[in-house]
């Protein structure tokens, strides 16, 4: 298999649009055993959506090649106790993932895309470069 999923994943995630709600930040942490990763997602949501904006969840999902696929279940801390499955696809360098988010409540399902990019020690030095650049 190529390299393996775990590491430390920056990702957003999007409302559909017209719900006209900010996108969301979160900070995935995976460990992949063969063709299975589990691991944790932290993330701020908004205000107006949630009572406390700092949410909590497990994910557990598989890899097929580059076909990805997991379920977000929040462990209710933050006031979220409820499951989303994403599916997406891995890119070539196994440095991103694309694809959509889904919940199905009462019938009806939700949909929105998401993007995570591989936090590297690269990344995390520009991030920090940049951040004194502007202090």
């Known amino acids: 298999m190529a390299e393996a ?3 430390t994943w920056q990702g957003i995630y999007f409302y559909p649009p017209e719900w006209e709600m900010a996108s969301c930040d979160f900070v995935a942490r995976l460990v992949e055993t063969g063709s ?16 406390q904006t700092d949410q909590s969840a497990y ?21 979220w106790a409820h499951k989303v499955m994403y599916q997406g696809e891995l890119s070539h360098d196994v ?7 889904s919940i199905t409540e009462r019938d009806q ?13 690269r990344a995390v030095e520009e991030a920090s470069l940049t951040e004194r650049a502007f202090v």
């Open 109 to 121: 399902t939700v949909t929105g895309p998401f993007f995570m990019t591989r936090r590297t020690h």
């Open 95 to 101: 440095e991103e993932i694309r694809g959509n988010w």
């Open 5 to 7: 999923l775990t590491g």
């Open 36 to 51: 299975q990763f589990f691991g944790s997602i932290t993330e701020t949501v908004s205000e107006d959506i949630a009572f």
């Open 59 to 79: 994910v557990e999902g598989t890899r097929d090649g580059r076909s990805i696929s997991f379920v977000k279940s929040y462990d209710g801390s933050g006031d």
